[in-house]
T-cell receptor, first 114, second 115 residues
Framework: AQSVTQLDSQVPVFEEAPVELRCNYS??????LFWYVQYPNQGLQLLLK??????LVKGINGFEAEFNKSQTSFHLRKPSVHISDTAEYFC????????????FGGGTRVLVKP | DGGITQSPKYLFRKEGQNVTLSCEQN?????MYWYRQDPGQGLRLIYY???????QKGDIAEGYSVSREKKESFPLTVTSAQKNPTAFYLC??????????????FGAGSRLTVL
């Protein structure tokens, strides 16, 4: 069975500093990868996705992620965060052969400090 | 605007009572999903449905039931058999994109508290 590991449960960061959220997955077959963001008491919103092609994926709000097949990673980055980026971020893996469903990591809570 | 509507947003239940959470979508998506969210545990899949009148158990289906009589609707019933039902419940629907992967759109969630 596939699994998704987000290595940091919480990441404090100062405003205008860069941030990286780490995500590793376990799968021996091709995968599709996603990052979602959740603001307090809301549903999840898609930040970006990797389906195929270029391994560097750009998303909304200045976020980007890089797919590394050899390291089975899909780390999320932003060069300069804002207070409004305070939220929880979820990495997710989709394997079509595994029943057409997403498996989520445990989430990383980002707290941006002024 | 297209989207997913979950209701109620907040719900309180006494132990031993069943409760049904509503999920309606107007995105014309075939697939619909229910996830449960607990602090520090991410999202865990309860049930999903890829087509009307068909659904499959997810990773934590015990104590829950669903139906899919209409494409737009996928209600979730939390039964008295669910031992720890207090949680945030998220409904999602999936639209197929070019690579064949479902990109999920989420509702705003329903927070269930058992008193």
């Amino acid at each position: 069975a596939q699994s998704v590991t987000q290595l940091d449960s919480q990441v404090p960061v100062f405003e205008e500093a860069p941030v990286e959220l780490r995500c590793n997955y376990s799968s021996s077959v091709s995968v599709y990868l996603f990052w979602y963001v959740q603001y307090p008491n809301q549903g999840l919103q898609l930040l970006l996705k990797y389906l195929s092609g270029s391994t560097l994926v750009k998303g909304i709000n200045g976020f980007e992620a890089e797919f590394n097949k050899s390291q089975t990673s899909f780390h999320l980055r932003k060069p300069s965060v804002h207070i409004s980026d305070t939220a929880e971020y979820f990495c997710a893996v989709y394997i079509k052969a595994a029943g057409n469903k997403l498996t989520f990591g445990g989430g990383t809570r980002v707290l941006v400090k002024p | 605007d297209g989207g997913i509507t979950q209701s109620p947003k907040y719900l309180f239940r006494k132990e031993g009572q069943n409760v049904t959470l509503s999920c309606e979508q107007n995105l014309n998506h075939d697939a619909m999903y229910w996830y449960r969210q607990d602090p520090g545990q991410g999202l865990r899949l309860i049930y999903y449905s890829q087509i009307v009148n068909d659904f499959q158990k997810g990773d934590i289906a015990e104590g829950y039931s669903v139906s899919r009589e209409k494409k737009e609707s996928f209600p979730l019933t939390v039964t008295s058999a669910q031992k720890n039902p207090t949680a945030f419940y998220l409904c999602a629907s999936g639209g197929v994109v070019t690579a064949g992967a479902n990109v999920l759109t989420f509702g705003a969630g329903s927070r269930l508290t058992v008193l």
